[in-house]
């Protein structure tokens, strides 16, 4: 039996950033390590021998869509960093309760309108560059934004956390569109679209700055929730999935299940089925055995790892970093502030690495990255120059 892969938010404090190596502090020097580590040769070490292609697999995490003006965790302006009381909610208290649905599907339906309009920003399109010049074998994301499959539908993207456009039935597993739902939630809460569309008018949902909006009475946390204090959220309502309405589904213990919804076609507290929820994996809640199996591929197909943007807090993904390392593979970090457990990363690095054994830098990934970019295809225009291959030498 597998061991379930669950998202499970690491709460402890993270160690202040390594910077591996010494050079890479500033960006002239970050760009330079990153250069030599997406161009080195395989590593000797990396196990089983002559198991990859030779290129690089990417772990992004919501530090790389900052610049595109979504909040993100722990960065500098993150939720748990400026909001200190940030609960995000659970599965079991989603799949449980009608009040927490109404509390989760309200604060969804505020934030839903900046979240969908925002942008793959131009580090996402530094991602595209670097797979079309055959560096990247294929992306991790943990986030839900869609960014990555927009920016770069043809490079391979496992999107491990799940994403928002799409809402999924628990009870018969239909798939409903974001914007399709939105519309539904609008027409069957009157006066939140009001209040809606009033935010719109005066900007006050144009930031997703913490502290910003802070300052309109708002909370804004990351994948598009907007907390109103003091809101009516147990006024709010939210439709019954319309596959179960038609025919209701057979439940675990053989009964037919019963779906009820009131005269405007919200969904019932009497009802036991027809219960929609974002296609993402929340809190608590077991990846997929297939996304699991394809990130863990991901990794043991590729010769080194890059994170970009993310701190590994959670262990569904800092597990992928561990594995890579397990497996001998060199480990890049591209992210502002700490990252979970990352001394381990480097622990066995000569301090003689030009980056081409491992990489750590701090550094803003939708300025740094289009400059990598650049630089590899400067080497690429350049003279053929003989490549110093990487010994075990200089790796031990």
């Not at 595109?68 to 449980?96: C, M």
């Not at 628990?170 to 914007?179: A, D, S």
Request: hydrophobic letters at 35%; glycine letters at 8%; a neutral charge.
């Amino acid at each position: 039996m597998q061991t379930p892969f669950m998202r499970i938010p690491y709460t402890g404090p993270l160690p202040p950033p390594i910077i591996v190596p010494r050079s890479a502090n500033t960006p002239t020097g970050a760009i330079s390590a990153l250069t030599r580590f997406l161009s080195a040769p395989c590593s000797p070490l990396l196990s089983p021998a002559g198991s990859s292609d030779g290129r690089t697999v990417l772990l992004t995490g919501a530090g790389i869509s900052v610049a595109s003006g979504l909040a993100d965790y722990r960065g500098t302006a993150g939720t748990y960093t400026l909001n200190k009381t940030y609960r995000p909610i659970y599965y079991h208290e989603f799949v449980s309760s009608h009040e927490a649905r109404k509390r989760y599907w309200a604060r969804s339906f505020l934030g839903w309108t900046n979240l969908h309009k925002a942008k793959p920003n131009t580090a996402h399109w530094a991602v595209r560059d670097l797979g079309e010049r055959g560096f990247i074998s294929e992306v991790i994301t943990q986030n839900v934004d869609s960014f990555h499959p927009l920016a770069h539908p043809d490079l391979p993207t496992v999107e491990l956390h799940g994403y928002l456009r799409s809402l999924v039935c628990i009870h018969c597993g239909n798939h409903l569109p974001r914007k399709d739902f939105q519309h539904s939630l609008s027409t069957l809460n009157p006066a939140w679209a009001a209040f809606l569309a009033e935010m719109l008018e005066t900007g006050a949902l144009d930031s997703e700055h913490p502290d910003e909006r802070r300052q309109k009475g708002l909370k804004s946390n990351p994948d598009g929730d907007v907390d109103v204090p003091n809101a009516p959220y147990t006024t709010f309502r939210y439709p019954a999935c319309p596959t179960c309405l038609e025919n209701p589904p057979v439940l675990p213990d053989g009964t037919r299940s019963n779906v009820q919804v009131d005269s405007d076609g919200a969904w019932s507290s009497s009802s036991t089925a027809g219960v929609l929820k974002p296609a993402v994996v929340m809190f608590g809640e077991s990846i997929a055995a297939g996304v699991k199996d394809a990130a863990e591929e991901a990794i043991d197909n590729a010769s080194r790892i890059l994170v970009i943007g993310s701190s590994l807090a959670t262990y569904s993904a800092w597990r992928l970093v561990k594995r890579a390392k397990e497996r001998c593979m060199p480990v890049g970090v591209l992210n502002l502030g700490g990252v979970r457990g990352e001394a381990t990363f480097y622990a066995d690095v000569s301090a003689e690495n030009d980056g081409a054994l491992g990489v750590r830098c701090s550094e803003s990934a939708d300025k740094i990255l289009p400059l990598v970019v650049r630089n590899l295809e400067i080497l690429a225009e350049a003279p053929a120059k003989v490549e110093i291959p990487v010994t075990r030498d200089k790796l031990l």
